[in-house]
């Protein structure tokens, strides 16, 4: 580091945070960083959405759906960011300036916003239900009007961590004497969901380089995204993992690296 961003760092105020949030008791929530780390070892979610970001909307409007104890929300380099959590393990008292936090589901966070509400970017990682990561696509895209969404943890990485279901996964993973791991829940059908029911959408499903995540924009500039009906999702509701990722990642999910997939929408938003 140079002696220059050293010294942005000491003022940043990012090391009295990080030495506070070591010391803080058990259980105690944690502060956010000050400021966004503008480079150097940041997490995987929170680079690539910065990525995303610069290319569409440096100056934009983030929102983040499920942010527990903050590690995507600190390091997004956004002047205004939003998250939505039913218990946020943050200090919601020392809130970094253009940072805001709703206490509540998703579901009720967008039923109290105006249809003039409007972000560049949502990142979703509520609850790892399909229905529930399903309803947050939809009402996330009527208030993004151009811009992606990010949709966390779409693959799982075992049978066991795709069970929506986390407490029957982990005794069953601890019957089986090993430890569960990442859980994912079936948040992978939504993936399904957008390649069989929303002709509109475009999506990659990126891969490596850190927690595989599906990346969804809208095919026309405008296109409305509209729920599709309760019998067909009923019917993806019900796909089983085997059946899906029985030979590896199918080719249904686009999957891509990181790279290539914002690349993607980077001659989207160029087209």
Known sequence: MSASSQLRWLLSGNPRVTLANRRRPPGAPVQLLPRPLARGPLAHSARRINALLSIHAPLGRYLEIGIYEGA?????????????????????????????VHVGTS?????????????????????????QTYRDLIHAFAHVPDGPLLIDDTVPSSARSAMRDRAEAE??????????????????????AIARLHPELEFRTILGSGN???????????????????DLLEAIGRLEFEAIFEADVPQEFRPADERQAIEAWRAAVSG
Do not use: M, N
């Open 171 to 192: 005794r069953l993973a601890a019957s089986e004497g090993s430890g569960l791991g990442p859980w994912h829940g079936d948040v992978w059908k939504v993936v399904i």
């Open 212 to 230: 595989p995540q599906t990346l969804v924009w809208r095919k026309a500039p405008g296109a409305a995204i509209s729920a599709a009906s309760a």
């Open 72 to 100: 995507t929300l600190q390091l997004v380099d956004s002047p205004t960011r939003v998250g939505v959590d039913p218990e946020p393990r943050i200090d919601l008292t020392r809130l970094p300036k253009g940072v805001s």
């Open 107 to 131: 579901d009720g966070y967008f039923g109290s916003l105006g249809p003039e509400a409007a972000f560049d970017l949502a990142f979703l990682d509520g609850l790892h239900h399909f229905e």
